[in-house]
T-cell receptor, first 115, second 107 residues
Framework: EPEVTQTPSHQVTQMGQEVILRCVPI?????FYWYRQILGQKVEFLVS????????KSEIFDDQFSVERPDGSNFTLKIRSTKLEDSAMYFC?????????????FGSGTQLSVL | KNEVEQSPQNLTAQEGEFITINCSYS?????LHWLQQHPGGGIVSLFM???GKKKHGRLIATINIQEKHSSLHITASHPRDSAVYIC?????????FGTGTRLQVFP
């Protein structure tokens, strides 16, 4: 069964460093998302991406964050200068028709620890 | 006030029991999702529904749009059903998550 894959599963970085979280969505999917979950808290929306552009973003997704679909298969989340409060599990998700019309498929997550 | 609220927060059951988890939302929505999060953190989508009822195996999800309420039922619960169950509402293309219900089913 096709699945969304995320790498790395764990990332440790120093405050102020740049990190890139990588995702390979399911191949025929058109809608892509990043969510995050701080330990002990609920899952929060970061950004949605469709047709090679951001379709919606949350207040969390400020200028330090960016997304890219560089080669038609990967979908990346970049944090330019990490802060302690960026420590969280980051989930990539994808779907064929968008979350208003069908279920999302989630990756297994990247646990980001900022020291 | 949270836009999506779930009850109960924690639930324990004996194997075989019928389980109900409730979700209420305060925003207008186009769809309501039920998801399962395992202890390792992975998230699996169970249902997306915008009206009525859906069933998959021992899981049943219902939604009442007028009352802004949805329920997830598990029939004949099993220890492997132990997980956090989360509802999430959407009216644009983002999911607004509830805080989850932690279910433990004991043999």
């Amino acid at each position: 069964e096709p699945e969304v894959t995320q790498t790395p599963s764990h990332q440790v970085t120093q405050m102020g460093q740049e990190v890139i979280l990588r995702c390979v969505p399911i191949s025929n999917h058109l809608y892509f998302y990043w969510y995050r979950q701080i330990l002990g808290q609920k899952v929060e929306f970061l950004v949605s991406f469709y047709n090679n552009e951001i379709s919606e973003k949350s207040e969390i997704f400020d200028d330090q964050f960016s997304v890219e679909r560089p080669d038609g298969s990967n979908f990346t989340l970049k944090i330019r200068s990490t802060k302690l409060e960026d420590s969280a599990m980051y989930f990539c998700a994808s779907s064929e028709q968008g979350s208003r019309d069908e279920k999302l498929f989630f990756g297994s997550g990247t646990q980001l620890s900022v020291l | 006030k949270n836009e999506v609220e779930q009850s109960p927060q924690n639930l324990t059951a004996q194997e075989g029991e019928f389980i109900t988890i409730n979700c209420s939302y305060s925003v207008g929505i186009s769809a309501l999702h039920w998801l399962q999060q395992h202890p390792g953190g992975g998230i699996v989508s169970l249902f997306m529904l915008s009206s009525g009822k859906k069933k998959h195996g021992r899981l049943i999800a219902t939604i009442n749009i007028q009352e802004k309420h949805s329920s997830l039922h598990i029939t004949a619960s099993h220890p492997r059903d132990s997980a956090v169950y989360i509802c999430a509402a959407t009216n644009t293309d983002k999911l607004i998550f509830g805080t989850g219900t932690r279910l433990q089913v004991f043999p």
